[in-house]
């Protein structure tokens, strides 16, 4: 872990965007990571999903630490304790997860490492902060829409989220987040369309990220 938790929410508070990824090429894995950074990135997620997934991940950990100094570097779909024992010990900075495990969450606080569980009812929120999650990630959030966000804010008006699925790279969606609360937003697919990915032409991935940087501080 090079970043400590309080150095990545304050990474997360200055680009409150949080790309997710995950491709089986290390190539076209780094390319990306790359793209983000330069667009102004601050910290990326990788997802561990598929075949080869966490080798994937070791090797752009590396490369991140060498060519991408600033930029922090978390796994996300962990679900057990032992997952995530696993890739701390391949130096992730922080843990995503679509669930809410406590055991974790065990795991995060032993080694003082960011972790965002993944909820999506009032309930699993407050279970997510009594195990120790400062930011909570609400998945599906295009299910669930703005609505709920500004909902959550009576009853728990201290809480942070992130909301991840569906969100979209443009002024009206991105700006209907943050106005609901929001602390930050995961970009998946929206951020890499397959077109991208197939050319190769990761300037216009660079582009959008640069573009919903600009957006998002305006706000």
Sequence with gaps: MKFTKEELYAKLSEVPIMPLFNHPDIEVSKAVVKACYDGGIKVFEYTNRGE???????????????????????????????????????????IVQ?????????????????????????????????????????????????????AIKGPMPKAKVMVTGGVEPNEENLKGWFSAGVTAVGMGSQLFPKAVLESGNFEETTEIVKKCIALVKGF
């Design 98 to 150: 679509p669930c809410l495990n406590p055991e974790v969450g065990a795991v995060c606080k032993k080694y003082e490492m960011a972790w965002f569980p993944g909820v999506m009812t009032v309930s699993e929120i407050f279970q997510a902060q009594q195990a120790g999650s400062d930011i909570v990630k609400i998945f599906p959030a295009n299910v669930l829409g703005t609505a709920f966000i500004k």
């Design 52 to 94: 080869g997934a966490a080798q994937i991940f070791a090797e752009l950990v590396k490369y991140i630490r060498q060519e991408l100094p600033d930029m922090a570097i978390g796994i996300g779909t962990v679900f057990t304790a032992e997952e995530a024992e696993y890739f701390v010990s391949l130096d992730t900075d922080f």
